[in-house]
C-alpha cells in the first residue's frame, strides 16, 4: 500500500507514472494484449478488456436488451438514450462486482464496452449498418454523445468506459473487409465520415477509439499515424486509449500488404499509437522490440494510456462509488420497462392509410402471420444480451388483445427458403396464411430480416453475400405471401422487422398500414401492440433513407457521397430521411430567427397539438446553402427535439445553430463560408417534397443573407 499508485491523494498523472515505472519491460509489453494478464508483485489483477454493449450489456448472460442502435437512433431522443447508456453501465457494474468477488475475469465481464458504432451507414445493403446510429453526421453525433455520456457517466470515476468504432471510413462491405482500401476524399471526410468521431472526443470525452478492419486511402486504419496520433490526439485531443478491431493487425501483413512480418505488423500499429491490441500480434512486440522495430518509450506510451483507462474506472482505488451496486440491479423490472419506452419511441409509422389505431374492442378475430410472427430472433438484433422477459410479435398481441379476441398464426413462409417443412412444397404455408386471412378482421403481416441475414462477417450466415444484401428486396418467399395475403381483401398491416432501409414499394401500395419495428429489443412485441391499439403513439423517425431501388444506388463499394443519403440522393425517396407519421397532428407558428452575442442562431418555434392524443413531436431543423456549388444538395439536419404535448397543448421550441451549419466544405476538407443564401426550415420532417406529400404538412421556412449574420 506504499506504493504511489495506491495513494489516492496524489493525481491520476503521478499514480500511473509511477505504475509504469515499477514495471518490467515484459510485464508493461503484456499488457498491451486484450486479454492482458496479472502482475501479481505489483497487485493487478488480470483483466480482458473486450466487453460489448451496444444496447445493453452483450454477451455476458442475463440483461436488459434494448432495441438495437439502428432503433434506438430512431428514437431522435437524446435524453432517453443517455438514461439507457446509465442503465447500462448500471448492470455492467453489477455484473462486474459480481465478477470480481467470485474471480471471473474472462470475457466480457469487464467494464471497457467496446461500443457504441458510430460509423456512417452510407449504404443500406451494408450488413452491420443496424448497428449504428443512421446515415446523418449531425445525428449520429449527437446521439453517440448521449449515449457515451449515460456509460460514462460524470462522477468522480468512469461508471463505464465507452468506445466508439471503427475509424475511420467503415461501413462495409463486409466481404473483403480484411483487406479493403476505403478511397475517400478530404470533403468527404470532413463533412461525413469524421464529424461524429470528433463530437464524441471534444463534447462525450470517449474513453476509448476502435481502429477499423480497412486501410483509408491507402493507410491501415489501425497502422496510420495520420488517423491516430495527428487527428484524434493532436487536432481533437483524445487521451484516451486506441484499439485494434480484433484481428486487424495481422491483416496487415497476411491481406493488406503493408508489412511482412507480424513483428512488422506489431511495430507499425505501436508507433502509430495504436495501444491495445484485440488478437495476437501484440505477442511479438518483445520479438519487435528486440529487432530494433519499436523502442521502450513506445511501449511505456502505450502502456500509459491503458493503465490511465484503468485508474479512470477506478480500478486502482481502495474504493469507488460504484463498489456497493448489487447484483439485483440487473435485468430488474424497472429497466424492462425503459426498454419497452425505447421501444415505443424507436418504431416509425410508414403508412397509415386511417386504419390505425385500433379499437382491440372491435377485433373479434386476427391474423398474425410471417417468418417473424413468433420470432425471438428479431428481438435481439447482435451484439445482444440474454432477455430474461420478452415478447415477440404474437406474444405481444396476445397481452394486449386479452383473450376476446381470436388470434390465427401462420409462419405463411420460410424468412428465406421457398418452403417451411423440409422436403415439402414450395409455399407449403401459404394457402394457410390466406385461409386464417380471409377469416379475419385484420392481418398482422410480420416481414423482414433478422440478425442472421444482415450482419457482421463470420456472425451471420445467409444466402447474400458475406453478411451484407445484394439488394434492398424481401426475400422472394416472402413477396409472395406478401402478394397472397394482399389479395384477400382483408385489411393488412404490415410489421416490418429489418435493420435497413428496404424497397417496399408492393408493401406501400397493397398495406393499409406499415409499421416498421427495427429489431425492438425484448420488449418489442408489447411496444408493437400497443402502438397499433392506441395505447401508445407512434413517434419514431427514419434515421435512414428507404430507396425505392436498388439500382439508384452508387456502388457499394464507392466511398464517395455523391448519390448517397438524403443529402445527396439524386431520386426520390419512398421514404425519406427524418420521416414518419404519428396519430397526433402538430403544427407549426411563428418561426424567428435571431443572432446572439455568441454568434450562435436561435430559432424559436411555436407547435401546437390538435389531436386528442398526449404524445411526442419530432421537430427538425434543417439548413440548406442555395447558391453554393458546395453545398449538400439536400441541406443537412442542423438540429431537433422531441417535446411531449398534451391534447390541445403549445408549447415554445428553441434551437441554437453554430456557425458550422451556415458552412460547407471545400475539396481540401476545410469548413469555409461559401455562398450568399440559405433556407432554414423547421417542421416534423424535412421539407422535401416527398416528405410533404407523406406527412400533409409543410416546414416552415426561413430565407436568411448569409451576409446578415456576423461570426
Known amino acids: 500500500m506504499e506504493a504511489v499508485y495506491l495513494d489516492e491523494s496524489r493525481t491520476d498523472e503521478e499514480r500511473v507514472r509511477d505504475l509504469v515505472s515499477k514495471m518490467t519491460l515484459e510485464e508493461k509489453v503484456s499488457q498491451l494484449r486484450y486479454d492482458a494478464p496479472a502482475v501479481k508483485r505489483l497487485g493487478i489483477p488480470s483483466y480482458n478488456w473486450w466487453n460489448e454493449a451496444l444496447h445493453g450489456v452483450a454477451r455476458a448472460g442475463a440483461a436488459t436488451v434494448f432495441p438495437q442502435a439502428i432503433g434506438l437512433a430512431a428514437m431522435f431522443d437524446e435524453a432517453l438514450l443517455e438514461k439507457i447508456g446509465d442503465v447500462t453501465a448500471l448492470e455492467g457494474r453489477a455484473k462486474y462486482n459480481e465478477a470480481v468477488k467470485n474471480e471471473d475475469r474472462g470475457l466480457y465481464k469487464g467494464i471497457t464496452f467496446w461500443s457504441p458504432n458510430i460509423n456512417i451507414f452510407r449504404d443500406p445493403r451494408w450488413g452491420r449498418g443496424h448497428e449504428t446510429y443512421g446515415e446523418d453526421p449531425c445525428l449520429t453525433g449527437r446521439m453517440g454523445t448521449a449515449y457515451i455520456k449515460g456509460l460514462q457517466g460524470n462522477g468522480k470515476r468512469f461508471k463505464a468506459a465507452a468506445c466508439v468504432k471503427h475509424f475511420a471510413a467503415h461501413s462495409g462491405p463486409e466481404k473483403g473487409r480484411h483487406s479493403f482500401n476505403s478511397v475517400v476524399s478530404k470533403k468527404d471526410l470532413a463533412e461525413t465520415y469524421f464529424p461524429a468521431f470528433e463530437r464524441c472526443v471534444k463534447e462525450a470525452g470517449v474513453e476509448g477509439v476502435m481502429g477499423g478492419y480497412n486501410r483509408l486511402n491507402g493507410e491501415a486504419a489501425c497502422g496510420s499515424h495520420h488517423l491516430i496520433t495527428e487527428i484524434l490526439r493532436e487536432k481533437w485531443g483524445f487521451d484516451g486509449y486506441y484499439v485494434s478491431d480484433c484481428g486487424a493487425i495481422k491483416d496487415f501483413h497476411m491481406h493488406h500488404g503493408l508489412t511482412d512480418t507480424p513483428q512488422e505488423s506489431a511495430a507499425l500499429a505501436l508507433k502509430s499509437g495504436c495501444d491495445l491490441n484485440c488478437g495476437a500480434v501484440y505477442l511479438h512486440v518483445m520479438s519487435a522490440y528486440n529487432q530494433g522495430l519499436v523502442s521502450e518509450d513506445d511501449i511505456d506510451r502505450a502502456v500509459t494510456h491503458l493503465m490511465m483507462t484503468r485508474m479512470r474506472l477506478g480500478m486502482f482505488d481502495q474504493h469507488t462509488e460504484f463498489d456497493e451496486i448489487p447484483y439485483e440491479v440487473n435485468d430488474c423490472a424497472e429497466h424492462h420497462s425503459l426498454s419497452l419506452k425505447a421501444a415505443e419511441e424507436s418504431m416509425v409509422l410508414l403508412k397509415n392509410d386511417g386504419i390505425l389505431p385500433l379499437d382491440k374492442a372491435k377485433l373479434k378475430t386476427v391474423a398474425v402471420i410471417g417468418p417473424n410472427?413468433?420470432?425471438?430472433?428479431?428481438?435481439?438484433?447482435?451484439?445482444?444480451?440474454?432477455?430474461?422477459?420478452?415478447?415477440?410479435?404474437?406474444?405481444?398481441?396476445?397481452?394486449?388483445?386479452?383473450?376476446?379476441?381470436?388470434?390465427?398464426?401462420?409462419?405463411?413462409?420460410?424468412?428465406?427458403?421457398?418452403?417451411?417443412?423440409?422436403?415439402?412444397?414450395?409455399?407449403?404455408?401459404?394457402?394457410?396464411?390466406?385461409?386464417?386471412?380471409?377469416?379475419?378482421?385484420?392481418?398482422?403481416?410480420?416481414?423482414?430480416?433478422?440478425?442472421?441475414?444482415?450482419?457482421?462477417?463470420?456472425?451471420?450466415?445467409?444466402?447474400?453475400?458475406?453478411?451484407?444484401?445484394?439488394?434492398?428486396?424481401?426475400?422472394?418467399?416472402?413477396?409472395?405471401?406478401?402478394?397472397?395475403?394482399?389479395?384477400?381483401?382483408?385489411?393488412?398491416?404490415?410489421?416490418?422487422?429489418?435493420?435497413?432501409?428496404?424497397?417496399?414499394?408492393?408493401?406501400?401500395?397493397?398495406?393499409?398500414?406499415?409499421?416498421?419495428?427495427?429489431?425492438?429489443?425484448?420488449?418489442?412485441?408489447?411496444?408493437?401492440?400497443?402502438?397499433?391499439?392506441?395505447?401508445?403513439?407512434?413517434?419514431?423517425?427514419?434515421?435512414?433513407?428507404?430507396?425505392?431501388?436498388?439500382?439508384?444506388?452508387?456502388?457499394?463499394?464507392?466511398?464517395?457521397?455523391?448519390?448517397?443519403?438524403?443529402?445527396?440522393?439524386?431520386?426520390?425517396?419512398?421514404?425519406?430521411?427524418?420521416?414518419?407519421?404519428?396519430?397526433?397532428?402538430?403544427?407549426?407558428?411563428?418561426?424567428?430567427?435571431?443572432?446572439?452575442?455568441?454568434?450562435?442562431?436561435?430559432?424559436?418555434?411555436?407547435?401546437?397539438?390538435?389531436?386528442?392524443?398526449?404524445?411526442?413531436?419530432?421537430?427538425?431543423?434543417?439548413?440548406?446553402?442555395?447558391?453554393?456549388?458546395?453545398?449538400?444538395?439536400?441541406?443537412?439536419?442542423?438540429?431537433?427535439?422531441?417535446?411531449?404535448?398534451?391534447?390541445?397543448?403549445?408549447?415554445?421550441?428553441?434551437?441554437?445553430?453554430?456557425?458550422?451549419?451556415?458552412?460547407?466544405?471545400?475539396?481540401?476538407?476545410?469548413?469555409?463560408?461559401?455562398?450568399?443564401?440559405?433556407?432554414?426550415?423547421?417542421?416534423?420532417?424535412?421539407?422535401?417534397?416527398?416528405?410533404?406529400?407523406?406527412?400533409?404538412?409543410?416546414?416552415?421556412?426561413?430565407?436568411?443573407?448569409?451576409?446578415?449574420?456576423?461570426?
Open 373 to 711: 410472427s413468433d420470432s425471438e430472433e428479431i428481438l435481439k438484433g447482435n451484439y445482444n444480451g440474454t432477455a430474461t422477459e420478452k415478447y415477440t410479435l404474437l406474444e405481444g398481441m396476445r397481452a394486449v388483445l386479452g383473450k376476446d379476441t381470436r388470434i390465427f398464426c401462420s409462419e405463411g413462409a420460410h424468412l428465406y427458403r421457398d418452403n417451411v417443412e423440409n422436403l415439402a412444397e414450395a409455399d407449403d404455408r401459404i394457402k394457410e396464411a390466406v385461409s386464417m386471412a380471409m377469416r379475419s378482421d385484420v392481418v398482422f403481416l410480420c416481414l423482414g430480416l433478422n440478425g442472421t441475414l444482415e450482419g457482421e462477417e463470420g456472425d451471420a450466415n445467409n444466402s447474400y453475400a458475406g453478411a451484407d444484401k445484394v439488394d434492398l428486396n424481401l426475400p422472394e418467399s416472402q413477396m409472395r405471401l406478401l402478394k397472397a395475403v394482399c389479395e384477400t381483401g382483408t385489411p393488412v398491416i404490415l410489421l416490418l422487422s429489418t435493420g435497413s432501409a428496404m424497397a417496399i414499394n408492393e408493401a406501400d401500395e397493397h398495406c393499409s398500414a406499415i409499421l416498421q419495428v427495427w429489431y425492438p429489443g425484448q420488449m418489442g412485441g408489447l411496444a408493437a401492440a400497443r402502438l397499433l391499439m392506441g395505447e401508445a403513439v407512434p413517434s419514431g423517425r427514419l434515421p435512414v433513407t428507404f430507396y425505392r431501388t436498388t439500382e439508384e444506388l452508387p456502388d457499394f463499394t464507392d466511398y464517395s457521397m455523391k448519390g448517397r443519403t438524403y443529402r445527396y440522393m439524386e431520386h426520390e425517396a419512398l421514404y425519406p430521411f427524418g420521416y414518419g407519421l404519428s396519430y397526433g397532428d402538430f403544427e407549426y407558428s411563428n418561426l424567428k430567427a435571431e443572432q446572439l452575442e455568441t454568434g450562435q442562431v436561435k430559432l424559436s418555434v411555436e407547435i401546437t397539438n390538435h389531436s386528442m392524443f398526449e404524445c411526442d413531436e419530432v421537430a427538425e431543423v434543417y439548413v440548406r446553402i442555395t447558391d453554393s456549388e458546395l453545398a449538400a444538395p439536400g441541406g443537412s439536419l442542423a438540429d431537433f427535439k422531441r417535446i411531449h404535448l398534451k391534447a390541445g397543448e403549445s408549447a415554445a421550441a428553441a434551437f441554437i445553430l453554430s456557425a458550422k451549419a451556415f458552412m460547407v466544405v471545400n475539396e481540401e476538407g476545410e469548413f469555409v463560408f461559401d455562398g450568399s443564401a440559405a433556407v432554414v426550415t423547421c417542421g416534423g420532417s424535412q421539407p422535401d417534397g416527398r416528405s410533404v406529400e407523406l406527412t400533409g404538412k409543410t416546414p416552415l421556412k426561413l430565407d436568411l443573407k448569409l451576409e446578415d449574420l456576423k461570426w
